[in-house]
Nanobody
Framework: QVRLVESGGGLVQAGGSLRLSCAAS????????MGWYRQAPGKQRELVAT???????MYADSVKGRFTISRDNAKNTVYLQMNSLKPEDTAVYYC???????????????WGQGTQVTVSS
């Protein structure tokens, strides 16, 4: 089956940077939109950024100007470059991808396992 593997989370001081990566593997025919979500303790999961097959991006207001989402279709990978990190960015970050799977080309959303990002003040 399709699997998303995340990396790049960790502990960073306020004002610092991290780059998250999420690589999709398995029975993939094509990947549609990809995105990043996050969930802080006691809060609902929220959308951070998305990127379409055509490269159109969308960002939550809270991260505009600080985060950049990108993708490498040859590697089936989505990235989230996070700059000027703030303590309120602390959350578990999840990647998401809409995937047409081989051989039937059935479409499903897949999620990564989540990676912790902690920003200290």
């Amino acid at each position: 089956q399709v699997r998303l593997v995340e990396s790049g989370g960790g502990l960073v001081q306020a004002g610092g940077s991290l780059r998250l990566s999420c690589a999709a593997s398995g029975s993939i025919f094509s990947i549609n939109a990809m995105g990043w979500y996050r969930q802080a303790p006691g809060k609902q999961r929220e959308l951070v950024a998305t990127i379409t097959r055509g490269g159109s991006t969308m960002y939550a207001d809270s991260v505009k100007g600080r985060f950049t989402i990108s993708r490498d279709n040859a590697k089936n990978t989505v990235y989230l470059q996070m700059n000027s990190l703030k303590p309120e960015d602390t959350a578990v970050y999840y990647c998401n991808a809409g995937v047409w799977a081989r051989p039937s080309s059935g479409y499903s959303d897949y999620w990564g396992q989540g990676t912790q990002v902690t920003v200290s003040s």
